[in-house]
């Protein structure tokens, strides 16, 4: 079974920027399109950027023009880029298959933007 790893999480202030990273297991990266979701307390993980085999991206509106999804294949890794953070972005981040999420949850990473 494939094994998702995320880091890069932290406290950051609004208006900085953090980077996302997550490690799979197996070579997944390559071969299938990966989102990044997150969930924040209280509400349904949502999916924020998702990238496809084909290495067209899309985002959730409220993170277009500010999150930056990416992979490198030779690494299986996944990568979120995340600038001018806002509060509302504070959450716990998690990335799996972009169309259906159908890997085990990894543990996630915490992200709080707070001042």
């Known amino acids: 079974q494939v094994q998702l790893v995320e880091s890069g999480g932290g406290l950051v202030q609004p208006g900085g920027s953090l980077r996302l990273s997550c490690a799979a297991s197996?070579?997944?990266?390559?071969?299938?399109?990966m989102g990044w979701y997150r969930q924040a307390p209280g509400k349904q993980r949502e999916l924020v950027a998702r990238?496809?085999?084909?290495?067209?991206?899309n985002y959730a509106d409220s993170v277009k023009g500010r999150f930056t999804i990416s992979r490198d294949n030779a690494k299986n890794t996944v990568y979120l880029q995340m600038n001018s953070l806002k509060p509302e972005d504070t959450a716990v981040y998690y990335c799996?298959?972009?169309?259906?999420?159908?890997?085990?949850w990894g543990r996630g990473t915490q992200v709080t933007v707070s001042s």
């Open positions: 799996n298959l972009g169309v259906v999420a159908a890997l085990d």
């Open positions: 197996g070579s997944i990266v390559s071969f299938y399109a």
């Open positions: 990238i496809a085999y084909g290495g067209t991206t």
